[in-house]
């Protein structure tokens, strides 16, 4: 089975940012498809690869820290930058605010750095609609059962909070056809290379207008 697939769609807004600019790459994934793994695994291939540490409101999970795996704020902190513009995308997901900080994408860009982006569905729409030639990659679950395992396995979350995360899991699946990449994590070694591959490419052919090929096992 295949482990990357390039979605139908081959829109020319999805190609890497070119000259002086950095390339923007934005993955997703259900909660527990595996994102935070592969993407520690394609930022320790790529040590000068930048990683958009987003901001939140809720509480730091056993072994989390600030300004590495999120910024940690409060309430009215967060809907503050709402208001001023801060964010280049923000969300309230499970009963949390999540967000980006705008000038540092711009900045970061500016300067070219190329930037990885872990965030979700809705996130990323944002994500694209502001820099367009953002390269977006969706993680996914072998099977909704094996992604209720893994849910299950971590143990960080109650039943209602599973209940929630697997239905929002159906709905990100549904709109995941826009992505640019689509990769299942069937076998973590598999496709923890097949994202590499994924992100070596398009850097590689940035500001590249030619058409793209499929990217296959």
Partial sequence: MSNAETAPQTEKKHKSQAGAKGSLFIVSAPSGAGKTT????????FPDLAYSVSYTTRTPRQGERHGVDYYFVDIREFEDGIQSGRWAEW???HGHYYGTSARWIEDALASGRNILMDIDVAGARQMVSRFPGAVTIFIMPPSMAELERRLRK????????????????????????????????????????????????????????????DIRE
């Fill in 154 to 213: 971590r143990g960080t979350d109650d039943e209602k909070t599973i209940r929630v995360r697997l239905q929002n899991a159906r709905t990100e699946m549904d709109n995941s056809g826009w992505y640019r990449h689509r990769l299942i994590n069937d076998d973590l070694n598999q496709a923890r290379q097949a994202l590499i591959d994924l992100i070596q490419t398009d850097i590689g052919k940035a500001g590249d207008d030619g058409p793209e090929a």
């Fill in 91 to 93: 969300a309230r997901v």
């Fill in 38 to 45: 592969l993407c520690q695994a394609v930022r320790n291939r």
